[in-house]
C-alpha cells in the first residue's frame, strides 16, 4: 500500500530545511503532495534540498535568509504562500548550531553575551517572526510545527543559552495555540533527543553514541525521518484535535529514571 498523501494542493514553509532534520521533514511534506518552500540561511544547502525533491517528484522552491530577520522571514512566508497566498504548514526548525555559536554556549560565567543573544535571536525570534507573518496567511486547518529539544525539559553542563532558547519556545508554542485556535489554526511542538542527522553522525564519537544508546530505553536511535513522520502527523488534519502541545521524541531517554540506565550500562559490563 502506498503512503497516505496528505498535504495535496498545500503549501508549506520549512526554516532551516537545507539539512539535517529540516531537509527530512521538506521531504515528506512535499512526498505527501506539499508545495514546499525550502528556507535556510545557506543558500546552496536550501537549493540543494528542493533540488533533491524536485528529482523526487515533488513541488519545492528554496528561499536563503536568515529567521532572525523580520525582512527575510516577510519574504520567505511570500514565496510560501506563492500566488494564491495561503500557507497551510509553517514548521520553524531552524536554530544555529554552529562552532561558534553552539559551540560557545558553555560556562556562564564565561559566556560571551552574544552567544546567549544569537541564540535567542535565531531560535526563539525566528519562530516568532514565522509566526508574526504566517498567521495572517493561515486559515481554518492550518498548522505550525515547531522544533524544539530536549534539551528544553533538562538540565546540563553546557548549552544554557540553548535549553533556555528551546524551553521558551515550548511556551511560545502554548501561546501561539491559544491565541489562534478559535481560528482552525493549530501549534505543536516536536522535542527530539539526539537525532543522527549527518552533522551528527560526524560529530558523534563512537564512545559518545554508546552512551546515548545506554540512555535510551529503545534500541535503535532516531533518524531525521523519524521526527519528519511526527512532523507530518501533526501538521496533518489526522491531528486536527491536538494543539499546544510538545510531542518528545527520544526512544524513551526521557522516560525513566537515571537509576535504570546505570544499572543497565553496569549488567552490560
Ligand atoms: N539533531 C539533533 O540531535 C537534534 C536534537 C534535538 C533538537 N534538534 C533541533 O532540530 C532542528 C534541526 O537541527 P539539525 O540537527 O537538523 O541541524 P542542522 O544544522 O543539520 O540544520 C539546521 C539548519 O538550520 C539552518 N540555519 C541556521 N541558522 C539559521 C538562520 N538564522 N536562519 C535560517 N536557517 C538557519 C542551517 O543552515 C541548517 O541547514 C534544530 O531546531 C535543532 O535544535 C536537533
Same mark, same amino acid.
Given at each position: 500500500?502506498?503512503?497516505?498523501?496528505?498535504?495535496? *494542493?498545500?503549501?508549506?514553509?520549512?526554516?532551516?530545511?537545507?539539512?539535517?532534520?529540516?531537509?527530512?521533514?521538506?521531504?515528506?511534506?512535499?512526498?505527501?503532495?506539499?508545495?514546499?518552500? /525550502?528556507?535556510?540561511?545557506?543558500?546552496?544547502?536550501?537549493? !540543494?534540498?528542493?533540488? =533533491?525533491?524536485?528529482?523526487?517528484?515533488?513541488?519545492?522552491?528554496?528561499?536563503?535568509?536568515?529567521? $532572525? +530577520?523580520?525582512?527575510?522571514?516577510?519574504? #520567505?512566508?511570500?514565496?510560501?504562500?506563492?500566488?494564491?497566498?495561503?500557507?497551510?504548514?509553517?514548521?520553524?526548525?531552524?536554530?544555529?548550531?554552529? *562552532? !561558534?555559536?553552539?559551540?560557545?554556549? =558553555?560556562?556562564?560565567?564565561? #559566556?560571551?553575551?552574544?552567544?546567549?543573544?544569537?541564540?535567542? &535571536?535565531?531560535?526563539?525570534?525566528?519562530? #516568532? =517572526?514565522? /509566526?508574526?507573518?504566517?498567521?495572517? *496567511?493561515?486559515?481554518?486547518?492550518?498548522?505550525?510545527?515547531?522544533?524544539? $529539544?530536549? $534539551?528544553?525539559?533538562?538540565?546540563?553542563?553546557?548549552?544554557?543559552?540553548?535549553? %533556555?532558547?528551546?524551553? &521558551?519556545?515550548?511556551?511560545?508554542?502554548?501561546?501561539?495555540?491559544?491565541?489562534?485556535?478559535?481560528?482552525?489554526?493549530?501549534?505543536?511542538?516536536?522535542?527530539?533527543?539526539? +537525532?543522527?542527522?549527518?552533522?551528527?553522525?560526524?560529530?558523534?564519537?563512537?564512545?559518545?553514541?554508546? !552512551?546515548? %544508546? %545506554?540512555?535510551?530505553?529503545?534500541?535503535?536511535?532516531?533518524?531525521?525521518?523519524?521526527?519528519?513522520?511526527?512532523?507530518?502527523?501533526?501538521?496533518?488534519?489526522? &491531528?486536527?484535535?491536538?494543539?499546544?502541545?510538545?510531542? /518528545?521524541?527520544?526512544?524513551?531517554? =526521557?522516560?525513566?529514571?537515571? !537509576?535504570?540506565?546505570?544499572?543497565?550500562?553496569?549488567?552490560?559490563?
Amino acid at each position: 500500500m502506498g503512503r497516505a498523501v496528505r498535504f495535496a *494542493r498545500r503549501t508549506a514553509l520549512v526554516t532551516g530545511a537545507g539539512s539535517g532534520i529540516g531537509r527530512a521533514c521538506a521531504r515528506r511534506l512535499a512526498a505527501e503532495g506539499a508545495t514546499v518552500t /525550502v528556507a535556510d540561511i545557506d543558500p546552496a544547502a536550501a537549493a !540543494e534540498t528542493a533540488e =533533491l525533491i524536485v528529482k523526487e517528484g515533488g513541488a519545492a522552491r528554496p528561499v536563503t535568509g536568515d529567521v $532572525s +530577520v523580520e525582512d527575510d522571514v516577510r519574504a #520567505m512566508v511570500e514565496t510560501a504562500a506563492g500566488d494564491g497566498g495561503r500557507l497551510d504548514v509553517l514548521h520553524s526548525n531552524a536554530a544555529v548550531l554552529s *562552532r !561558534e555559536v553552539y559551540g560557545r554556549d =558553555l560556562d556562564l560565567t564565561e #559566556m560571551d553575551v552574544e552567544v546567549w543573544d544569537r541564540t535567542l &535571536a535565531v531560535d526563539l525570534r525566528g519562530a #516568532m =517572526l514565522c /509566526v508574526k507573518h504566517a498567521v495572517p *496567511r493561515m486559515g481554518a486547518g492550518a498548522a505550525i510545527v515547531n522544533t524544539t $529539544s530536549v $534539551s528544553a525539559l533538562v538540565g546540563d553542563t553546557d548549552h544554557a543559552a540553548y535549553g %533556555a532558547a528551546k524551553a &521558551a519556545l515550548i511556551s511560545f508554542t502554548r501561546y501561539v495555540a491559544t491565541m489562534y485556535g478559535r481560528r482552525g489554526i493549530r501549534c505543536n511542538a516536536v522535542a527530539p533527543a539526539l +537525532v543522527l542527522t549527518e552533522a551528527a553522525r560526524r560529530a558523534m564519537t563512537p564512545e559518545r553514541l554508546a !552512551e546515548k %544508546a %545506554a540512555e535510551r530505553l529503545l534500541p535503535d536511535p532516531c533518524e531525521p525521518e523519524d521526527v519528519a513522520a511526527l512532523v507530518a502527523f501533526l501538521a496533518s488534519s489526522e &491531528a486536527r484535535c491536538i494543539t499546544g502541545q510538545t510531542i /518528545v521524541i527520544d526512544g524513551g531517554t =526521557l522516560a525513566h529514571r537515571p !537509576e535504570h540506565a546505570i544499572r543497565q550500562a553496569r549488567e552490560a559490563g
